[in-house]
Structure formats: C-alpha cells, structure tokens
C-alpha cells in the first residue's frame, strides 16, 4: 500500500467514524457491535483501496460497506428476517421520504444519529467517567492512548472503562435515542462536559502531528447548536455554544503555512472569523440574559469575548481577565483554572507576580506532569530574564507533551533561550 493511500484511508477513517458507528448503534441497538462493524469497513477498505483506488465519496463507501455488515450481523443472530426490510430502508434512508423512514428515526425527536450516540453514551446506568471516555472513544475519535493522557491514568483503566460501558448499555438495552422531558434535563450537564472535551480536542490536539483537529471542533460546535434548540431555557447550553463559536473564530490564525502553532498574542486578528465572532457574542448575551450568575461555560465564554473584543493583543482588557478567572475558580475549582489565571496576572501585573502563583501550583503537584505547567514557568522565567532555567523548563514541557507540533514550538523557545535570547511569544 502506497503512503499516499495509507494517509487517505486514515484521514477518511478520522472524519467518518464516528458517523459510521453512530448510523450503526441506531440500526443495531448496541454500540459495541457498531463499533466492531465499523472497524470491519475500515479492514474492507484497507483490502480493496490500494488495487481499486479510494473512491470519489469514500465516507459513503464506507457507509455501504459498514451497512452491508449490519444486514449480516443480524443474519448471524438469526434476525436476517425481522430486520432486513428494517437495515434494507435504513441504507436508502436519504433517498426515502418520513414515511419510509425506520421506527427508530421516527422515535427519536431530534433525528440526528450523532447527538443521540452522545445520550446514549451518556446514559445514567454508566458513571461519569465513563461516560466521557466512551463519548470521546465513539464521537471523539480518541484511541485509547490518548484518552489515558487526557484522564492522566494508565491506558488499562481507561480500556476497562470503555469495555464496561458497553457492556453495561448491552445489559440494560439502552434506547438508542435523543432523551425527553426530566430524562434530558438529567443527562444535559454530562453531554455538555463530553462536548466541550470534543472541542478543546480538535482544539488543541493532546496527540498526534496536528496541532488541532478542526473537524472535532465543528462536529461539537453543531452538536452544541441543535442542543440550544433542545433546551433553550438552559444557559449553559447557550454559554458552551458561546465559548466554542468564539474559540473557533480564531482556527485560521492559529497555525501558519507549514501548519506550525501561532500563539494569541502574535496571531493575525484579521484572519479571526467575524461570523463565528458574531455568533458567540449573540450566544453570551443569551446565556446571560437567562442567568446573570454565571456557570463556568459562560464565565470562560466571557473570557474568550475579553479577547475576542480586542481588536489587537494590546487592547486585551487582561484585568477583566484576571476578576473572570477568579469567578471561574469559584465555580469550577481545578488547578488548570488557577494557572490560566496565572497567565492573565503576568500579562495585567507583571511575571513576577505570575511566577509567584505558578510555583505555589507547582509545590502542590496535581500538575507534575501537566506539559503546560514547565510551559508558562518558561514563559515567565523567560520574561524576567532567566534564560537559563527557563531553557530547562521548556524541555521539560518539550518531554511532556504527545503532540509533535507543539514539541517542536516548545523545542524552538528552549533553543531562542540557549542562545541568550528571549522565548518567542
């Protein structure tokens, strides 16, 4: 197989996955199954692409291909006769009108396969963390490998976690379906965690080559969007979709021409979506309206605006920042929070005052092996001069992290300090 093919089949397996196991789970009433059927799509693909070439519209190749596998399935299980008028309709859904649509389309009000995989991953029987891994496993894309990194636990945990879920959905014969009335109130809280954890994901990529992965980004943002219509009395719902709208507006900016990461503060503004901008301001101001005590999705959405009003970094209201972030630690404790806000306070008061804090997060260790930790402790020491120790906190930061584009960022800012010069911002 050609490396050129390779890359395709990957890339097209990245963005259709989790339609595919989304389309199935509706079909076969089992995610588990879902997911091993998509796997076998993918085996077909690797089989036949490299003779036959990757087709014009490889997500709907593998839809067939994965469909296809479904009518089997239920061929094995001796329900060939009871389901295959029901697969059958399922496969020529886009072509049929409501009335040929299969019951399950029918019952469920949304009619969107994507938004009920996430309820359904985030059904009640499971617990809170695994309903956000097997979420993200599914929805996310996340190998588990990279969940272990993003839970800091060993991948084994996580691999138990996954299996148990949906084992457990099996057992209690989950509907696969988008939630009504107190059940949907009962399950918002956790899907609106697991979106907002499939966006900071393609946001920034806790693995790989990319810096992000725009299509996680988009895939949350929509979901966040058809979820505003489902509950629009919610203000957080209407806060997330806020913090993701203007986070995404600066996508374009934040890497260059060879995809390497641009920081905010030396981003081009003018590349920043004013659309997307637009929409997020709309959604804060309803998120706001519903409930002037702000939860931590609307507080970090009114963060993202601080910057998003600004027209260049030097306007950044970073006082603003600094009260936003003492709000958000209030409602959302979390020493990632408390560095966050180190960041604003050097860029309001100085580094100094930053550095002080940031060593006080450093002496609890809850982030010893958080790579962004050593990366604002370089910053800082950086800021202050301190070229050499903030050269060893760069490659320590460089070790850290799994993702290969910000490696090498961190890499060049221990490089610019061997040298005796500053960090690039």
Same mark, same amino acid.
């Given at each position: 197989m050609s490396d050129a093919t390779h890359r395709a089949i990957e890339a097209v397996w990245r963005i259709e996955s989790a339609r595919l196991i989304a389309a199935l789970a509706r079909i076969v009433r089992d995610v588990g199954v879902a997911e091993d059927l998509a796997q076998d799509s993918l085996v077909a693909? %690797?089989?036949? *692409?490299?003779?036959?070439?990757?087709?014009?519209?490889?997500?709907? *190749? %593998?839809?067939?291909?994965?469909?296809?596998?479904?009518?089997?399935?239920?061929?094995?299980?001796?329900?060939?006769?009871?389901?295959?008028?029901e697969v059958g309709a399922d496969i020529e859904s886009r072509r049929l009108d409501a009335e040929q649509a299969s019951d399950a389309a029918l019952d469920d009000p949304v009619g969107d396969d994507m938004l009920a995989l996430i309820f359904t991953s985030c059904h009640p029987s499971l617990s809170t963390e695994a309903r956000v891994a097997l979420t993200?496993?599914?929805?996310?894309?996340?190998?588990?490998?990279?969940?272990?990194?993003?839970?800091?636990?060993?991948?084994?945990?996580?691999?138990?976690?996954?299996?148990?879920?949906?084992?457990?959905?099996?057992?209690?014969?989950?509907?696969?379906?988008?939630?009504?009335?107190?059940e949907l109130a009962v399950r918002i809280p956790t899907v609106l965690e697991v979106l907002y954890l499939i966006f900071n994901e393609g946001y920034s990529a806790t693995a790989g080559d990319d810096w992000m992965r725009p299509a996680l980004c988009e895939e949350a943002t929509r979901l966040g969007r058809v979820l505003t219509g489902l509950v629009p009395e919610e203000p957080e719902v209407h806060g997330l979709v806020a913090l993701m709208e203007l986070q995404a507006s600066r996508t374009q900016a934040r890497t260059n021409a060879e995809g390497e990461p641009v920081l905010l503060l030396r981003q081009n503004r003018g590349l920043w979506s004013p659309l997307l901008i637009r929409r997020g301001l709309a959604e804060l101001e309803r998120a706001e309206a519903l409930e002037p005590a702000r939860g931590p999705y609307t507080l970090q959405a009114a963060i993202a605006a601080c910057h998003a009003r600004a027209r260049t970094a030097d306007e950044t209201d970073w006082e603003r920042i600094v009260v936003l972030y003492g709000e958000l630690a209030e409602a959302m404790p979390s020493p990632i929070v408390d560095l966050n806000r180190a960041v604003a306070v050097s860029m309001a008061y100085g580094p100094a005052a930053a550095l002080e804090q940031v060593d006080a997060l450093a002496?609890?260790?809850?982030?010893?092996?958080?790579?962004?930790?050593?990366?604002?402790?370089?910053?800082?020491?950086?800021?202050?001069?301190? %070229?050499?120790?903030?050269r060893i906190e760069f490659e320590r930061a460089a070790k850290l992290t799994q993702n290969a584009r910000e490696r090498a960022l961190l890499q060049a800012r221990a490089a610019d300090c061997a040298a005796g010069r500053p960090p690039s911002v």
């Open positions: 693909a %690797l089989q036949q *692409w490299p003779s036959q070439g990757v087709p014009e519209r490889p997500g709907a *190749w %593998l839809m067939a291909a994965a469909k296809h596998r479904a009518i089997d399935y239920h061929r094995r299980n001796q329900m060939f006769e009871r389901k295959h008028d993200l496993r599914l929805v996310g894309g996340l190998t588990t490998q990279e969940l272990a990194r993003a839970f800091v636990v060993p991948e084994a945990t996580i691999a138990q976690r996954i299996v148990r879920a949906k084992r457990t959905l099996a057992d209690v014969r989950a509907d696969f379906v988008v939630p009504r009335g107190a002496k609890r260790g809850r982030l010893r092996d958080y790579h962004l930790l050593p990366s604002v402790r370089g910053d800082l020491l950086g800021k202050l001069g301190r %070229l050499d120790e903030a």
